[in-house]
């Protein structure tokens, strides 16, 4: 079975999710994100068959409820939101599971290169995050911890299903 791809996670969400996504993907600031911003606004132009100048002009309100309306995104775009929604919205979450599992991190934000997890600890972290947040936003979570990175968090897909 091919892997999911965040593209897929993203199509999944609901519209509440997308546009929190959205919201977060057009906030963040952080010198990589310059790339998918102009990719998303080339897109939405393409779509909305406008010009990428007035859909750069547009409020950002506007352009969050442009993109969460769009159900196919690039794997860049979708990478880019699902990041900031989880850094915008799930850091509790984030930092719960990150301490069950023994990785060292800043607020959610892994230190160093995380080493990948035994399934014992995966376990134990995935259901104690289910007795503590709503199942919906932890699956979100541990599907998009395996989408971005399948060599750490495979032990993820004996834990839960991967499929959105």
Same mark, same amino acid.
């Given at each position: 079975? *091919?892997?999911? @791809? ?5 199509? #999944? %969400? =609901? ?5 929190? &996504?959205?919201? /977060? ?33 547009? *409020?950002?309100? @506007? ?5 969460? #309306? %769009? =159900? ?5 775009? &979708?990478?880019? /939101? ?52 709503? &199942? ?29």
């Amino acid at each position: 079975m *091919p892997p999911v @791809r965040p593209s897929k996670l993203w199509k #999944g %969400l =609901s519209r509440e999710k997308r546009l929190l &996504a959205a919201e /977060a993907f057009w906030a963040d600031e952080d010198e990589g994100a310059a790339a998918q911003h102009i990719e998303a606004i080339v897109t939405l132009a393409e779509r909305l068959k406008s010009r990428p100048k007035t859909i750069q002009a547009l *409020p950002v309100e @506007r352009r969050t409820r442009q993109l969460a #309306g %769009l =159900s196919d995104v690039s794997d860049g775009i &979708a990478t880019r /939101a699902l990041i900031g929604y989880h850094f915008a919205h799930a850091r509790p979450l984030m930092s719960a599971f990150l301490d069950a599992v023994g990785i060292a991190h800043e607020n959610g934000l892994i230190s160093d290169e995380p080493k990948r997890p035994d399934l014992a600890r995966l376990r134990t972290a995935a259901g104690a995050l289910r007795g503590a947040f709503p &199942a919906e936003d932890v699956d979100l979570y541990l599907r998009t911890l395996v989408v971005l990175d399948g060599d750490t968090w495979d032990g993820l897909n004996e834990v839960m299903s991967v499929t959105p």
